[in-house]
Nanobody, 121 residues
Framework: QVQLVESGGGLVQPGGSLRLSCAAS????????MGWYREAPGKERELVAD???????RYADSVKGRFTISRDNANNTMYLQMNNLKPEDMAVYYC???????????????WGQGTQVTVSS
């Protein structure tokens, strides 16, 4: 019913930047909160940043001041601008969205397939 497609991952040197995108499509009435998570080898998936439909944001302490989350509600798209990347940021990044399919007050959680971010010299 809904697809979340991430893009923008890749290989970058320490100190470099990447911009991730997450585009939602399908049966969408509205999107509530959206978020970016990451999962490094041998570690649990963790919240990187999330954003409400009204634009309120929160960040993991490890990325504050370096990453910026934003969204384009008109196009059902979310972004993550990542600056000053560090080796410890290397992970698969996933987007998540809470989506309403119609006017009823029920939301459903969807995940994207993930995009790899590699930080290495």
């Amino acid at each position: 019913q809904v697809q979340l497609v991430e893009s923008g991952g890749g290989l970058v040197q320490p100190g470099g930047s990447l911009r991730l995108s997450c585009a939602a499509s399908g049966r969408i009435f509205s999107i509530n909160a959206m978020g970016w998570y990451r999962e490094a080898p041998g570690k649990e998936r963790e919240l990187v940043a999330d954003i409400t439909s009204g634009g309120n944001t929160r960040y993991a302490d490890s990325v504050k001041g370096r990453f910026t989350i934003s969204r384009d509600n008109a196009n059902n798209t979310m972004y993550l601008q990542m600056n000053n990347l560090k080796p410890e940021d290397m992970a698969v990044y996933y987007c998540k969205a809470q989506i309403r399919h119609d006017a009823r007050p029920y939301t459903f959680q969807y995940w994207g397939q993930g995009t790899q971010v590699t930080v290495s010299s």
